[in-house]
């Protein structure tokens, strides 16, 4: 269930951050519209450019009101899984590029371990074999009794009497070798199952982190790398165009260079938070703090 509902949660961020940007297509797409409408007015372009700028714009907007509507649907299915109506609207404290907290591959593995309800019972049972063990070997130790004590009204024998009394049981039949040799193979299959256990554990916990560690990756790839690179690129295919060196068609094709790559990476970010959750999931603990 906390998987299902980081996930919505998480989509209905995507989405909204998804209508923002498509907002900001259709600013781009209407300054270019002007741009274009102004060079023509002035005779240095044809008016084709200004119906290609119209029909970008007409794009972007069409763009945006699909967005709009996958924004309902994501708020929607967050509302199913908080059995709230599904017009409740949702101020999100979490941006969807607020990365969540990061954790070596070890502080996740010792987290499983600690969280796996099948270790915590193999380790109750080996406690409880060493307990037993423990037992057995003090049975075998020899038992000193001392009493003391006092008699009164014996007649004609005392009045008060006192008395005192030593036994020693020595183990010498029962020394529990078969019970203590058979505490020792418990113990053995119980270490034996717990190491297994361990292994088939840190083999998922490495599973999900890898796949989690892989989309990390792949959003500061972007972050550092794709997005300034295509930002840079529209802004000189549009410096260019204003003066003369370059034709629309140069501008539009930065443009959806840049519209590719921003919704990549918001993509990006939606499957790395998928992963956390997976991550999460697979680990057993809550892992929104170190």
């Keep these: 269930m906390r998987r299902n509902t980081r996930v919505a949660f998480y989509r209905l961020a995507f989405a909204r951050a998804e209508s923002d940007r498509l907002a900001q297509v259709v600013k781009l797409a209407e300054h270019l519209r002007q741009i274009a409408q102004d060079r023509f007015e002035a005779g240095a372009v044809p008016q084709l450019e200004v119906v290609q700028a119209e029909l970008e714009v007409s794009r972007a907007q069409a763009d945006l009101e699909v967005a709009r509507q996958e ?26 590029e607020e ?24 380790a109750q049972e080996e406690k409880v074999e060493q307990s037993r063990l423990r037992l057995l070997k003090a049975e075998r130790v020899p038992n000193l009794d001392l009493q003391y004590g006092l008699d009164f009204n014996a007649p004609r024998d005392f009045k008060t009497g006192p008395r005192s009394g030593v036994s020693l049981v020595l183990p010498l039949f029962a020394r529990n070798q078969g019970e203590i040799a058979q505490s020792f193979a418990n113990q053995r299959v119980l270490e034996a199952e717990t190491a297994a256990r361990k292994r088939a554990v840190a083999g998922t916990v490495e599973e999900a982190y890898f796949d989690w560690n892989a989309q990390q990756t792949q959003v500061e790839i972007y972050r550092r790398t794709l997005l300034p690179a295509v930002r840079k690129l529209e802004g000189m295919a549009e410096e260019s165009y204003r003066a003369g060196k370059a034709n629309i068609l140069v501008v539009l094709d930065a443009q959806r260079n840049v519209q590719d790559v921003e919704r990549n990476y918001l993509q990006s970010l939606l499957a790395l938070e998928s992963a956390f959750a997976s991550l999460e999931q697979t680990v057993g603990a809550t892992l929104d703090q170190k």
């Design 71 to 96: 924004e309902k649907v994501a708020l929607s299915q967050l509302n199913a899984l908080l059995n709230e109506p599904p017009r409740t609207s949702w101020e999100l404290a979490t941006a969807l």
């Design 99 to 122: 990365l969540p907290p990061s954790f070596t591959l070890e502080e996740l593995v010792q987290r499983a371990y600690g969280a796996n309800a099948e270790l915590q019972h193999l």
